[in-house]
């Protein structure tokens, strides 16, 4: 009877085993990069303030359309593990219903032609929305339509008349993905 106990004992022993492996790889498919990330923004490029929020709960800025720009920035970064020098890409991954009609007010859509055509890639997911560009332990975020029409590397800017809602924005960061949200209210 005792050996029959323990042939029973190690049968579930090794389905929870063999359970836990299959298991294991999705609960931790993608390795934690970074234990902070916090945003900041200015409206007139000098005076800076916090964004509310973080990479857990998401970031939230109130926008006032009555300012011409936003600019957003690195406030602070605290990787797991030091970032490699580089310029990582991040892509438009969400929008709100009614993203698309706010941009083809402004004539971003298929066939434009000048900052349109660029802003066409950018939202459809084809062309970077910013950058992330990492020098030792400077950080930046490099507004993508700037960059991508020849106008150098500026701060991420968002007009003061964005579509609000929540959006969410991904990219690779050392072989890891990122996902950055940021509620527009």
Known sequence: MKSKIHKLVFCVLATLAIASIAVLPVVSA?????????????????????VPGNQVSDFKLKLDPEVDY??????????????????YEFFVESYPDGFFEYWATRGVVS???????????IINGNAPIFYLDVDGTDYMLIDGLQSLAGLGDQPLRVNGDYYLGTYAYTGNVDGNEITVQIIFK
């Open 30 to 50: 993608t390795p934690r990069l970074l234990k902070q990330l916090k945003l900041m923004y200015s409206t007139d490029g000098t005076v800076w303030t916090h």
């Open 70 to 87: 936003y600019y957003l920035d690195i406030m602070s970064l605290k990787p797991m593990d030091p970032i490699s020098n580089d310029r």
């Open 111 to 121: 066939g434009a032609s000048g900052w349109q055509a660029i802003m066409w890639e």
